[in-house]
Structures are given as C-alpha cells and as structure tokens.
C-alpha cells in the first residue's frame, strides 16, 4: 500500500484527493438496503477488543471509528508493522500467533502468498456491499479475502512540461525523455512494484528491454512513494527536476491551483491495485473480526476511502467527491497480472528488474 499523503493535503492546501471515472450513483430513497449498508452485519455477535492489523498508511476520521465502536461495543486496537509487502511478510511469520484478528490491506500483489499461507479464516460478509466487493474477488479465495477499496497506479506528469500531452509508455525509452522519469524500487515500494507488473503486462516479453532502455535514459529509482513524488516532481507544489512521476490517478486533485489542474495521470500506465480484507485464522475474537469486515463495507467506513487513504471505494452506493470525475479518471483499460501468477513469479520478477536497472 502507499504511504500516507497527509503532508500531501498539508503542503498543497488542497481537500479531498481522487479517483475518479466511475461517478457517484444518484442518491435512492432510504430503504431496508440503507439499513443493510449502514449497519454492520455481525453486529449482534460483536464486543470486546478487535486487534486490526493493517498497514501504516490506515487512516480513518476519529468520529467514524467512534460511532463504530460505540454501535459494536468493540474496541479496535490498530496493529501496524508496515507497508503491504511486510504486513503480509509478518502474517506469515506469526500465524502460529497471529498479532490480531482481522486484516485489512492486503493487495492484489500480494493475496496469493497470504492465502497460500493459511493465515486467513473462511468469512463471507453479508453486508450489502458484499455484492459490489465480489466483483473484485479474488478467484478461488471468496470467503477468505473481502475487497474494500481499489486504485490505480500510474505514472503522472506536469501538464506544463507537456502542453500537448504525455508521452506513451513505449516513447518514454526515446533519448528526448532522458533524465525526465522518477520511479519507485518495487523490492522497497508497494507502487513500484505494480508499476513494475503494468510493464510485464503492458509489454510481455520485451519489459526488461524497456527498463533496461529506460535506465540508459537515466531514469531515476527511490526507494519510497514520498521520495519520488514529494522531493523529485516538478509539479508547482514540489518544485522538483522531474516531470514525469511514479503516483496514482488520484493523485492530480491535489495539484490543482485556483482552479486548474497542473498535473495528469497517464493513463496508459496504470495497474489496478485492490486491497482486502479478512478474519485472520487463530483469532481471539472471531466475532468481532468478523463484525470489522461488515463494517469496513458499511457505506459510513467507504465513504472515508477518497479522502482518507486516496481509494475508491468497492461500495457502489458510497459517495465519491465530485471533482473526481474531472481531475482524477481511472483508467478504462488497466492492466492487472493473476494474484497467482504474482506469488508464483514475484521474487524472479524483482531480481531480474535489479539485474536490469540497480546491478
């Protein structure tokens, strides 16, 4: 997952990042469904201490978490060992004694290797928004990983760089870009590595002759979301050397000044990344994990997504911000790589992309 962008809000002065493409639905009238959404499912078998280990980049409003522990009688303890890749790293290594009870933030990039793991427990929420999640399931593995929010990686660019548009994924390897690129060390970053898997998918079997190309433009490699994005963009609000950068659709919101937009996300780069949640196996508490599951599906937890962790969220009925439509698109054509096909070639995958850029 990436890092948190609070000091992103902070230094643009700007509110309510986005994602956009899909527009809000109209709002329907209140209904049973309502209830449904805004209540969560397992409820009634809640109460006592929930541990939720999830990635250092949860971020959820004080009052939401409240009004949630408050309806449950739950009180939510946060685990947080890390980015996506370590929190699935550390569930593995403590299965035998998980650190919690339920998970949140597990992503594509990395499902297989936790369910191959036996470290999650069968759960199928009944919340409303379940039907929408499915839509995300990971295949073989419903009633064990629940999807709650989606996103997409991209490359962005400065819009004053490029007044007639960016440049394509295969015209970036041109000596005219050279110097031009930031990215992320996908062995360090959760975004480097799905861009990493967008270049696999994108370009088949000449991917590690594109990186390798992009290497003799001297493309730049850091190894954290914030370093690439805050330090190197040359985007007005980070002053950086570096037009084109390694981000989310989301991320252009942000950059708008008086109204206008500053940057783009290339949307030819993008790979969908979702994240999901679960009842970890050997819970202490498997009712209460199970009742955090409804509630990261209740339309009151998905409409925090946007403005909070900068992700759609899976629920069709929760409210995204307006402006996301115009200035935060998703791609209509992302690319995605089988959850098992990643497990299986992950590692080999990394090594032969240090061998062609690092090495």
């Not at 039907?131 to 996103?151: F, I, R």
């Not at 790979?271 to 009742?291: H, I, K, M, T, W």
């Not at 969220?313 to 698109?329: G, L, Q, T």
Request: proline share 6%; hydrophobic share 45%.
């Amino acid at each position: 997952m990436r890092v948190t962008r609070t000091a992103a809000v902070t230094a643009a002065a700007i509110s309510t990042l986005t994602l956009a493409a899909c527009s809000t639905a109209a709002e329907p009238a209140a209904s049973a469904t309502d209830d449904a959404r805004a209540t969560p499912a397992s409820s009634d078998t809640a109460g006592g201490t929930v541990r939720l280990v999830t990635h250092d980049s949860f971020a959820v409003p004080d009052d939401a978490l409240a009004a949630f522990e408050a309806a449950s009688g739950i009180d939510v303890e946060l685990v947080q060992p890390g980015d996506a890749g370590t929190l699935v790293n550390q569930l593995v290594l403590t299965k035998d004694a998980p650190l919690g009870d339920v998970v949140y933030g597990i992503d594509n990039t990395f499902a297989s290797r936790a369910i191959d793991n036996g470290v999650l427990a069968a759960y199928a929420s009944q919340a409303a928004a379940a039907a929408d999640a499915a839509d995300y399931a990971v295949p073989g593995a419903e009633d064990l990983l629940t999807a709650v929010d989606y996103s997409d990686v991209c490359l962005n660019y400065d819009l004053a760089s490029f007044p007639d548009g960016a440049p394509t994924l295969e015209e970036l390897t041109d000596p005219a870009y050279t110097g031009m690129v930031s990215v992320t060390n996908p062995a360090t970053s959760s975004p480097g590595l799905a861009f990493m898997l967008a270049t696999e998918a994108a370009l088949g079997d000449g991917w590690l002759d594109w990186w390798e190309a992009m290497r003799a433009n001297d493309i730049r490699v850091t190894a954290s979301w914030s370093d690439t994005y805050y330090t190197d963009f040359s985007a007005p609000n980070y002053g950086g050397s570096y037009p084109i950068v390694l981000s989310y659709a989301s991320s252009p919101p942000y950059e708008v000044v008086d109204g206008e937009p500053t940057t783009a996300a290339m949307l030819d780069t993008c790979f969908r990344q979702v994240e999901y949640a679960g009842v970890l196996e050997g819970a202490e508490n498997p009712g209460g994990a199970q009742a955090v599951v409804d509630w990261l599906l209740t339309d009151e937890f998905q409409a925090t997504l946007p403005e909070n962790m900068y992700v759609y969220p899976v629920s069709s009925s929760a409210e995204v911000p307006a402006d996301w439509a115009e200035f935060a698109p998703l791609a209509a054509d992302p690319y995605t790589v089988d959850p098992a096909e990643i497990d299986a070639r992950r590692d080999a995958w990394i090594d032969e992309w240090t061998a062609a850029v690092l090495d």
